[in-house]
């Protein structure tokens, strides 16, 4: 595949990213805003929040075996005109005021079945569309159409346009997934993975789970994905306290506070890819950890707002940076034909998770008597995890690419 046309294809893809992501951030605040104009019962609340993380829970490996199976660019956009049909039916239905708390949970689990197709499709993709160009550059942008979209935009779009009347968020959420889909056909060609012979679908779940077993390097850096997930996300989920009793911001303030790790993503998406090229992967995963653990474990020993917020900038950057290494690798790495199977695998175990630990985070911020303490012993463990990322890729090829199983993908020109 030629560079220009390579280029060609990443702008449609990552085009079609951005515009599905602010629709999806869009709708991550309104679907919350309509339930509390429905109910005021906190279990009902909070509740919405599981339902919109459990697709991943239940579906992503079923949706990483589908789409090793069909043409993954048809995926997303079936997946994508799936989105925007219940978006758009939720706001005939906020529209007529015949709207329940149930049929939002219903809807919010649709459009999250719909997005672990669109979005194990989407990062199928990036091998095929990309060919023998910059994974690491590649995958960063997706990595900054995710946060522009859903940190910087979504969030005060959906809540403005919800307080202008609350028909309109849904009405976005919709366009927002229809003109993704539309882009898409702009992306010429096939991208079905090759099969040597017609599979089961129930052997197709279990090849992605039996691969990963049989490779210890991504063995291991599934185990330091888990982990930081894990960790980071006990200090994450108390963000709010932290902010407010700690460093004693005022509601608006800490929308200010939140917006400098946005800004610290960005950057992360922006210098990695020269990081890894002016040092190693493993260089820029063990030092991206580090970092995480420093701007954890220092945000916990300061009270002040200003240096607060400049360590969690450099956390999340960090944390960008980290998923940009993580998500080059697997595409290195993973068969082409195995990659949506073995991304379920990964995302279940990855985001299953992220309930745990802020589940834990809770319960240690009471045990220790503040949000700060949490974040000190959220840095500490990090600090573990540096070491063990350290010792365990220190013997395996996580920078050679003649390691890798290049994706097989048709493409008709």
């Keep these: 595949m030629g560079r220009a046309r390579a280029d060609i294809r990443l702008r449609w893809l990552l085009s079609s990213s951005a515009v599905s992501n602010l629709g999806d951030g869009v709708g991550k605040v309104a679907f919350p805003l309509l339930a509390t104009t429905l109910t005021h019962d906190p279990v009902l609340i909070a509740g919405l929040s599981a339902v919109q993380f459990l697709p991943w829970l239940l579906f992503a490996v079923v949706a990483g075996a589908l789409v090793d199976r069909v043409d993954r660019r048809r995926a997303m956009v079936i997946a994508n005109v799936a989105r925007a049909a219940i978006g758009g039916s939720v706001a005939v239905l906020v529209a007529a005021g015949t709207v329940s708390i149930w049929l939002v949970y219903v809807a919010a689990l649709l459009i999250g079945t719909a997005e672990t197709v669109a979005d194990s499709a989407a990062n199928a993709l990036i091998p ?9 550059g590649a995958n960063s942008k997706l990595q900054a159409c995710e946060i522009v979209g859903q940190t910087f935009l979504g969030g005060p779009v959906g809540s403005t346009a919800f307080a202008l009347f609350a028909t309109f968020p849904f009405l976005l959420n919709s366009a927002g997934f ?31 789970i039996r691969w990963l077993r049989g490779s210890p390097l991504m063995l291991r850096l599934l185990a ?20 407010l009793d700690d460093l004693r911001l005022s509601d608006a303030t800490f929308g200010l506070f939140a917006f400098v790790g946005g800004i610290g993503g960005l950057g992360g998406a922006a210098f990695a890819p020269r990081l890894v090229r002016r040092s190693s992967r493993r260089a820029v995963l063990v030092g991206g950890v580090l970092c995480c653990a420093a701007g954890f474990g220092g945000m916990g020993l300061t009270r002040q707002p200003v240096a607060a917020a400049l360590l969690f900038g450099l956390f999340a950057a960090a944390m960008v940076a980290v998923n940009v290494v993580l998500a080059t ?25 992220i309930p745990v630990g802020a589940l834990l985070g809770g319960l240690l911020t009471e045990a220790l008597g503040s949000a700060g303490r949490t974040f000190t012993a959220s840095g500490v463990a990090l600090l573990a995890v540096t070491v063990f990322a350290a010792a365990s890729l220190r013997r395996f090829p996580i920078d050679d690419e003649t390691a890798s199983s290049r994706p097989v993908i048709a493409l008709d020109q």
């Design 128 to 136: 095929a569309v990309v060919g023998d160009g910059d994974l690491e």
């Design 178 to 208: 229809a003109i993704a889909a539309a882009v898409l056909l702009g992306l010429g060609g096939t991208y079905r993975p090759r099969q040597a012979e017609p599979t089961r679908f129930r052997s197709d779940l279990a090849d992605g």
């Design 224 to 243: 330091v994905a888990g982990l930081l997930s894990l960790l980071s996300e006990l200090a994450q989920a108390q963000l709010v306290l932290y902010a």
């Design 329 to 353: 690798a697997r595409h290195t790495l993973v068969p082409g034909e195995l990659l949506g199977r073995v991304l379920g695998v990964w995302r279940t175990v990855v985001w299953g998770v």
